[in-house]
């Protein structure tokens, strides 16, 4: 057999198990939307039941309103890890579809201040050298990305959150910045894979199910742009989302 034909059946060969490795990831995607989508529903349904209950309590023991209680915790974290799997999945196989356009950074940002305060009280600084920065972007999905990072930030930090933007000529930066306990430079690699968790004994109230900053970064992505991590431990974090400038790609 001559090289050129040794060669051209490795080729093939490797096309092949391209093509067979896509159609296992395509077929995995589709089960986990299934999965997801067939659960969510009565989970969902069985989770209001529960709150009707609760809410006509006076006829249970402390006992059966404590155990009643833990179960709609356990409820609403499930159907928040179906939901978010479901998004994740659609995100995969770009059912969801993402806008770019001029969006405004600077009221985005204090929108998605305001509404992440209502729910967590924590100081959040913004800096910027420019008061008009602009991106493109989708409005709805970047702002879901802030309110990812700054939840990530406020979980793994006791001080105040920056928010810090930067503008060259093409580009945008959007640094989440937190004083935190920082990433291991082991983990760095691997903390926008799904359900990938850093600490592993947090809790599922403060450490979430690891899918928040899988989805942020295919968001990101999905608008053109890029999600970094830049940590040390003991130093804190940045998050850095570099998005296109509106002005620079009119």
Do not use: W
Not at 177 to 199: A, E, H, K, T
């Amino acid at each position: 057999m001559s090289d050129f034909t040794l060669t051209t059946a490795r080729e093939t060969s490797a096309n092949h198990l391209m093509v067979s490795l896509d159609e296992v990831q395509a077929q995995q995607i589709q089960l986990i939307r299934n999965f997801s989508h067939e659960l969510r529903t009565p989970l969902t349904l069985v989770y209001g039941y529960m709150q009707s209950i609760y809410r006509r309590n006076e006829n249970l023991t402390d006992l059966q309103k404590n155990a009643l209680e833990i179960a709609m915790f356990e409820m609403k974290h499930t159907i928040q890890l179906l939901q978010e799997s479901l998004d994740l999945a659609r995100l995969d196989c770009h059912a969801i579809c993402l806008r770019r356009e001029p969006v405004p950074l600077h009221g985005l940002i204090s929108e998605a201040i305001a509404i992440f305060q209502q729910v967590k009280e924590r100081e959040i600084v913004v800096e910027s050298q420019q008061s008009n920065i602009s991106v493109l972007a989708d409005a709805d999905r970047l702002q879901q990305v802030l309110l990812r990072l700054m939840d990530n930030a406020v979980k793994y930090s006791d001080t105040a959150i920056t928010i810090r933007l930067e503008k060259s000529e093409d580009f945008v930066a959007i640094s989440i910045c937190d004083r935190g306990c920082g990433i291991d430079l082991q983990d760095q690699p691997n903390i926008f894979n799904p359900f990938y968790r850093v600490d592993r004994s947090r809790n599922r109230d403060t450490g979430g199910a690891g899918l928040g900053l899988a989805i942020a970064k295919v968001l990101v992505e999905g608008m053109g742009g890029t999600l970094n991590v830049y940590s040390q431990i003991g130093e804190g974090s940045i998050f850095k989302i570099i998005l296109h400038s509106s002005v620079s790609c009119d």
